[in-house]
């Protein structure tokens, strides 16, 4: 849009950062085996949108200059910004971090920036325009991205998927045992690439993610027999369920990884909340047009097949928001669209109600959100690029 337009663009800002992030992952993933050496790789050929680096990179950017040794320790605490999300907040996760460790941060930053890198580009702080990334938010762009590919590589095997970024999925082209290895292999050195960050509160947060990917997972296999089940009705608590398995799935990544960005700059405690509050808000709007485009684009547009959820079973917000609608919806919900016709039938009422534009509606807020989470940051390019990634979400077609 043409407010969108006037804000700065984020590719200008820290495009040459992202441009060796593909060679890296492949330095990353060298292996003894050629095979696993292909089939880890195998996502990275195709492009990406890379949306989780850019966002690490561009919080990079719009905390180093807000950057002032922090006197306590966040743990991850909960925030009023949001009224239907509350209980996705993370209460587990660094509950037992320790100051001191702030304090030794800066210090190591600067032996770290001096002592060459691991593996990858060379270890110097890379400064534009006076906003500094520095080599540890690069590894962190790294490892987010080997994190979100590895969850791919599994994902596809779990929901049969046919295609991905435009090829064949991972183990229509390899099998099973190839994809769930490589998936493997990526989340190992990605473990890696966390330990050598010597963050613990980072390590510790990223590691959190990981849980959040499989009890998101897990909250979207649960069935719905039960007549109290979270989804039995199409009311508030289904979509609170739902949020909460979409934070889980998609925006804990996000939002963590934005979080662990902001720490890594050595930002306030409230600026690294905010820097959370972003990236959940922002990675929750994801997913929500995520789930819409499934009912609208074209799978060749999309790069992978569109109607997949309903084939899976999930009901997801448009089929929420039909069912309230088209109470004839519910039976089809509860046996997962198993029955004959139950697809079609489905996205016809998905198409025929106005689920679509609420869930469109539903994500504009979040964006919202996520922009209003970034008042707190000092105005910079970086929050102007920022803010116009969360307006890119609305309008993405793939
Ligand atoms: C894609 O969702 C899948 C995820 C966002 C997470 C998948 C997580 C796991 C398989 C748990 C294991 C995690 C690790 C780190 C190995 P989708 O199927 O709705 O989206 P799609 O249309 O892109 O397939
Ligand atoms: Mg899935
Ligand atoms: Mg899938």
New binding site residues.
């Given amino acids: 849009s043409d407010t969108a337009e006037k804000l700065a663009d984020p590719k200008e800002l820290v495009g040459s950062e992202l441009s060796f992030i593909t060679d890296n992952l492949a330095r990353l993933l060298e292996s003894g085996h050629p095979m696993l050496n292909t089939v880890s790789r195998y996502y990275f050929s195709a492009s990406g949108k890379h949306i989780r680096p850019l966002l690490v990179m561009l919080i990079a950017q719009a905390t180093s200059i807000a950057t002032k040794r922090r006197g306590k320790t966040s743990i991850l605490v909960d925030s009023d910004v949001d009224a239907i999300d509350y209980s996705l907040m993370d209460r587990t996760a660094s509950q037992n971090i320790h100051s001191d460790l702030q304090s030794q941060r800066a210090n190591r930053l600067m032996e770290d920036a001096t002592r060459g890198g691991h593996g990858g580009r060379p270890y110097l702080p890379h400064v534009k325009g006076g906003l500094t990334i520095l080599p540890t938010h690069r590894r962190l762009a790294e490892i987010t991205e080997m994190?979100?590919t590895?969850?791919?590589?599994?994902?596809?095997v779990?929901?049969h998927?046919e295609t991905?970024r435009g090829l064949p999925a991972i183990q229509k082209r390899f099998g099973n045992k190839m994809a769930i290895f490589a998936?493997?292999f990526l989340?190992a050195r990605a473990s890696m690439a966390l330990a050598r960050l010597r963050d613990p509160e980072v390590i510790e947060i990223m590691a959190s993610v990981?849980c959040d990917?499989?009890d998101?997972?897990f909250k979207?296999l649960k069935n719905l027999e039960d007549e109290d089940a979270p989804m039995a009705r199409p009311d508030e608590g289904a979509f609170e369920y739902y949020l909460e398995k979409t934070y889980l799935?998609?925006g804990s990544?996000v939002a963590k990884s934005c979080r662990s960005s902001a720490i890594l700059s050595n930002s306030t405690d409230d600026i690294v909340e905010a820097a959370y509050i972003y990236g959940r808000n922002l990675g929750i709007a994801f997913?929500l047009i995520?789930?819409l485009l499934?009912f609208t684009v074209s799978s060749t547009e999309f790069g992978?097949p569109v109607g997949?959820?309903l084939e899976?079973g999930?009901a997801t917000a448009p089929v929420l928001y039909a069912w309230q609608e088209f109470p004839e919806l519910g039976p089809l919900v509860a046996r997962k669209f198993s029955g004959e016709g139950d697809v079609a039938r489905a996205w016809d009422l998905v198409h025929a109600s106005s689920g679509i534009e609420r869930t469109r509606a539903l994500a504009r807020r979040y964006v919202e959100r996520a922009n209003e989470a970034l008042c707190i940051l000092p105005p910079s390019s970086a929050t102007q690029a920022l803010e116009r990634v969360t307006l890119s979400v609305l309008t993405r077609t793939k």
């Avoid at 590895?150 to 596809?156: E, Q, R, Y």
């Fill in positions: 994190i979100h590895s969850s791919l590589l599994h994902d596809d779990i929901d998927a991905r998936g493997d989340l990981l990917l499989v998101g997972e979207q799935k998609t990544l997913q995520d789930d499934d992978k997949a959820d899976l999930l």
